[in-house]
Nanobody
Framework: QVQLVESGGGLVQAGGSLRLSCAAS????????MAWFRQAPGKERESVAV????????YYADSVKGRFTISRDNAKNTVYLQMNSLKPEDTAVYSC????????????????WGQGTQVTVSS
């Protein structure tokens, strides 16, 4: 298990950008696939982006392809989500999650979660 702490959320106008960060504790961060999920009020949690432990593999939800980029710095135990061209429908609580080794896209596959950070996009 790793402990995860997100930062970087906030209020931004449509078309703007934000970069979320997720800092992980522990010395085995490089063994974990990392993901960003989001949950809007009244909606189910959805996978936004996932990155493999070695950064070679990535997955993006169709709704964010071409706008969001997931990356990681294993030396800093941190995963990032660069969000560009933000839309009001991107408004949600964004959480990072970790699971050992392999990529997955369902929330139940991830055992470690951060507390979440609010992203609000105004129109």
């Amino acid at each position: 298990q790793v402990q995860l702490v997100e930062s970087g959320g906030g209020l931004v106008q449509a078309g703007g950008s934000l970069r979320l960060s997720c800092a992980a504790s522990g010395r085995t961060f490089s063994r974990y696939a990392m993901a960003w999920f989001r949950q809007a009020p009244g909606k189910e949690r959805e996978s936004v982006a996932v990155i493999s432990a070695n950064s070679i593999g990535t997955y993006y939800a169709d709704s964010v392809k071409g706008r969001f980029t997931i990356s990681r710095d294993n030396a800093k135990n941190t995963v990032y989500l660069q969000m560009n061209s933000l839309k009001p429908e991107d408004t949600a609580v964004y959480s990072c999650a970790a699971r050992l080794l392999t990529i997955a896209t369902t929330a139940t596959a991830f055992g470690s979660w951060g507390q979440g950070t609010q992203v609000t996009v105004s129109s």
